[in-house]
Antibody
Framework: EVQLEQSGAEVKKPGESLRISCKGS????????IAWVRQMPGKGLEWMGR????????KYSPSAQGHVTISADKSINTAYLQWDSLKASDTAIYFC???????????????WGQGTMVTVSS | DITMTQSPSSLSASIGDRVTITCRAG??????LNWYQQKPGKAPELLIN???ILQSGVSSRFSGGRSGTDFTLTISSLQPEDFATYYC?????????FGQGTRVEVK
């Protein structure tokens, strides 16, 4: 079964660092990109960026650039989303999603992780 | 960034109704338009990619269409499991922007 398994919920203080993970299984991890999508409480979906796990090449949205780092370790089929200094406004659910890098399905996200809730509060 | 304007933001409908949601792109996005369904507390699920290509396992009561830069998601006969929020997304260019969502509620 193809799936993405995300790490568990986190509660952090402003200024702290955090790394959440997304582990792929049931498919060739390096044949697909991993995208990260944010959903703030009660709000819509926001694309943050994506990584090519094979090349470790990342692309970011303008709003995410410089605030988060997307990385991957292809040896353990895992992608990461990392913050060096969290803000209260980072409170959200973060989803990872698989993207066919060939463009065969128009770069749609066909498999999603279950989401990781990140709460940042003093 | 390409703005995706989705309408309506919410709608109330009854079982068996035909429902249409519209998504307008701020510029040409060719066929790079996808639709997702999200239920409360769950991750989004891909329904349609490339304007009208139904994802495997998705009911044929869902269909997608286009007229210029206006895209539609139609549910031909609303079922209880269809009450959810629907999002369009353009994947023509980065950042991959989503519409603001349409919440489909029970009338």
């Amino acid at each position: 079964e193809v799936q993405l398994e995300q790490s568990g919920a986190e509660v952090k203080k402003p200024g702290e660092s955090l790394r959440i993970s997304c582990k792929g299984s049931g498919y060739s991890f390096t044949s697909y990109w991993i995208a990260w999508v944010r959903q703030m409480p009660g709000k819509g979906l926001e694309w943050m960026g994506r990584i090519d796990p094979n090349e470790s090449e990342s692309k970011y949205s303008p709003s995410a650039q410089g605030h988060v780092t997307i990385s991957a370790d292809k040896s353990i089929n895992t992608a990461y989303l990392q913050w060096d200094s969290l803000k209260a406004s980072d409170t959200a659910i973060y989803f990872c999603a698989r993207v066919d890098s060939s463009g065969y399905n128009f770069y749609a996200s066909d498999v999603w992780g279950q989401g990781t809730m990140v709460t940042v509060s003093s | 960034d390409i703005t995706m304007t989705q309408s309506p933001s919410s709608l109330s409908a009854s079982i068996g109704d035909r429902v249409t949601i519209t998504c307008r792109a701020g510029q040409s996005i060719s066929s790079y338009l996808n639709w997702y369904q999200q239920k409360p507390g769950k991750a989004p699920e891909l329904l349609i990619n490339g304007v009208s290509i139904l994802q495997s396992g998705v009911s044929s009561r869902f269909s997608g269409g286009r007229s210029g830069t206006d895209f539609t998601l139609t549910i031909s006969s609303l079922q209880p499991e269809d009450f959810a929020t629907y999002y369009c997304q353009q994947t023509f260019s980065r950042p991959r922007t989503f519409g603001q969502g349409t919440r489909v509620e029970v009338k």
